[in-house]
């Protein structure tokens, strides 16, 4: 059904592990929560940080598409919900930093890596944001595909970043509502409002499928990440539970999905549909997709933008370390 999972590379059969790993491996297996004090293989602590840092760096990434659209909101309802959404995935990004800090990297060194062009972001970010129905797409569309995702991240093995996705997912689930909604509110309104909506869906619709990540055949870390449960299921399964439960979304939208291949496979009890482009993921996620230099310049710029208040606080934070060993001092 699926494309079979590539062998990860460095991935140990249970008779090449140190019976550390196998006892390590053991109490995954039993669906122990690993947390940040204890002994983890090398490789299962680089993939977290991985997979975390980059699902943070989404997260903050990800705000820049809507915050492009606070200000021309149609309403003052409209933009006080896309406002706190907004804001929703500033606090998204500040757990999963948090829950990678505790396996022993700094938020300062992530960003760096992220600048650096050393550690990626959703490739859905880098595709621009043009008209009031893209706010619908992408709340229904690519925080429907994050949710999807996410809701088996809650059973991940690692204690922080599953305690992180329980909350992150409460949220996520009102962000794919307000974008379904504006997609409704189009899709009945006037005829151009309705092209609009439809417009959007087109040009969201194989991006969002592509936020899963490549085929099975072509997904490097899937097969150690199941191993280890850092992820649950595999790229393809879930790209193809996103096409089942959204299906039905558009058609009671009345609007059509841009695939001519799209048809209900009985046998499987599922949708078979068209594949997204994967050269253009390839080339998005090296850095060439339409927005990857203006995501990457407003990132930058805000953190060098931001230097004189961090400076402002380390200052502030030293003087009040002094001010407490001058105390301690003069009461002895
Ligand atoms: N974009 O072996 P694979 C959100 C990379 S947004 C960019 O399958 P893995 C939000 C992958 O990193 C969603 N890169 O990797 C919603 C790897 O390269 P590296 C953020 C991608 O890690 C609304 C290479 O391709 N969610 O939440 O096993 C508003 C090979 O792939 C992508 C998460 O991050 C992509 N789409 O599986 C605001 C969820 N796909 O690292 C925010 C957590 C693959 O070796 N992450 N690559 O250089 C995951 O579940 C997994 O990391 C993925 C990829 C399914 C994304």
Not at 120 to 149: E, H, Q, R
Not at 199 to 218: C, I, Q, V
């Amino acid at each position: 059904m699926y494309a079979q999972m590539v062998k990860s590379e460095g991935m140990k059969s249970r008779d090449e592990m140190t019976p550390e790993e196998q006892a390590f491996q053991d109490r995954v297996d039993r669906g122990e929560k690993i947390e940040p004090k204890e002994w983890m293989p090398e490789g299962y602590r680089k993939t977290l940080i991985r997979q975390i840092g980059q699902h943070a760096h989404s997260e903050i990434v990800g705000q820049l598409p809507e915050g492009n659209w606070i200000t021309r909101a149609p309403t003052l309802e409209r933009k006080a919900i896309l406002l706190a959404k907004v804001q929703d995935e500033a606090g998204h990004g500040l757990y999963l930093y948090s829950a990678a800090e505790t396996l022993g990297v700094s938020r300062d060194e992530l960003t760096e890596k992220l600048h650096s062009g050393a550690m990626k972001y959703s490739s859905i970010f880098n595709y621009p944001t043009l008209t009031w129905a893209d706010m619908g797409a992408v709340g229904w569309l690519v925080d429907g595909a994050a949710i999807m995702n996410q809701v088996p991240l809650q059973r991940t093995s690692y204690g922080p970043y599953s305690r992180a996705m329980i909350r992150i997912c409460k949220e996520e689930s009102f962000h794919q509502r307000q974008g379904y909604a504006i997609m409704m509110k189009m899709a009945e309104g006037t005829p151009a409002q309705k092209e609009m909506a439809q417009d959007a869906l087109n040009r969201f619709w194989y991006p969002s499928l592509m936020m899963f990540g490549p085929s099975d055949a072509e997904s490097v870390h899937s097969a150690q990440s199941i191993a280890w449960k850092i992820k649950i299921n595999t790229n393809d399964e879930l790209r193809q539970k996103f096409v089942d439960q959204t299906v039905p979304q558009a058609e009671y939208l009345g609007l059509s999905i841009p695939d001519d291949n799209l048809r209900w496979n009985e046998e499987k009890g599922g949708y078979d549909f068209s594949e997204p482009n994967w050269s253009e993921f390839f080339e998005v996620i090296k850095g060439n997709g339409p927005c990857n230099r203006e995501r990457m310049n407003a990132r930058v710029k805000a953190w060098d933008d931001g230097a004189w208040f961090r400076e402002g606080l380390y200052a502030h934070a030293e003087k009040a370390a002094h001010r407490r060993a001058a105390a301690t001092t003069a009461a002895e």
